[in-house]
């Protein structure tokens, strides 16, 4: 089965730039889809189709996919973006869609 | 305003069987593919089964095939999910979820429900 990696935590400062990446067997070749989910909440979509936005997402989420590796950006970092971030594709080969295993988030 | 609400969780037996439903509104549901993703409790998103808008396409993860079934009554505007022979690893908040499209063959899912929890425990 298609297995999608994601580094367990990221670490950033307000006003940097976090990257969270998304590691699958030739992903570019599929279309990536992003969700953020805060605590005690239900996951939102940020991202979908590699890097479009969702309207009402603002343009400091981004996300490109190349290779072997998705990646969602979040600039200007803010306070309230502390959360776990989850990648999602659909597995055509199994007809399944497919999480990554999530990264935390945090704000310092 | 798009809703989607969960219900019919609780707490039920090892090899007991449950049902979930999902109330949908703010769309036209019979226009879309739905689905049900799972979280055990601390753990990541795991899809559990989607429906096409006509229930002409179904999917199941290969964690619940043979055990559950998933239906929908457009006529309701309602998800359901049949959970049977449950097992211990079956505890999760199980969301309720919009496909992107009418089909439940790739694609994103937005929006979700709030959830309903489920526990298998004797």
């Known amino acids: 089965s298609y297995v999608l990696t994601q580094p367990p935590s990221v670490s950033v400062a307000p006003g940097q730039t976090a990257r969270i990446t998304c590691g699958g067997n030739?992903?570019?070749?599929?279309?990536v889809h992003w969700y953020q989910q805060k605590p005690g909440q239900a996951p939102v979509l940020v991202v979908y189709d590699d890097s479009d936005r969702p309207s009402g997402i603002p343009e400091r989420f981004s996300g490109s996919n190349s290779g072997n590796t998705a990646t969602l950006t979040i600039s200007r970092v803010e306070a309230g973006d502390e959360a776990d971030y989850y990648c999602q594709v659909w597995d055509s080969s199994s007809d399944h869609y497919v999480f990554g295993t999530g990264t935390k988030v945090t704000v310092l | 305003e798009v809703q989607l609400v969960e219900s019919g969780g609780g707490l039920v037996q090892p090899g007991r069987s449950l049902r979930l439903s999902c109330a949908a509104s703010g769309f036209t549901f019979d226009d879309y593919a739905m689905h049900w993703v799972r979280q055990a409790p601390g753990k990541g998103l795991e899809w559990v089964s989607g429906?096409?808008?006509?229930?002409?396409?179904?999917g199941y993860a290969d964690s619940v095939k043979g055990r559950f079934t998933i239906s929908r009554d457009n006529a309701k505007n309602s998800l359901y999910l049949q959970m049977n022979s449950l097992r211990a690893e079956d505890t999760a908040l199980y969301y309720c979820a919009k496909d992107k499209g009418s089909i439940a063959a790739g694609g994103w899912f937005d929006p979700w429900g709030q959830g309903t929890l489920v526990t298998v425990s004797s």
């Open positions: 429906i096409s808008w006509n229930s002409g396409s179904i």
């Open positions: 030739n992903i570019g070749s599929k279309s």
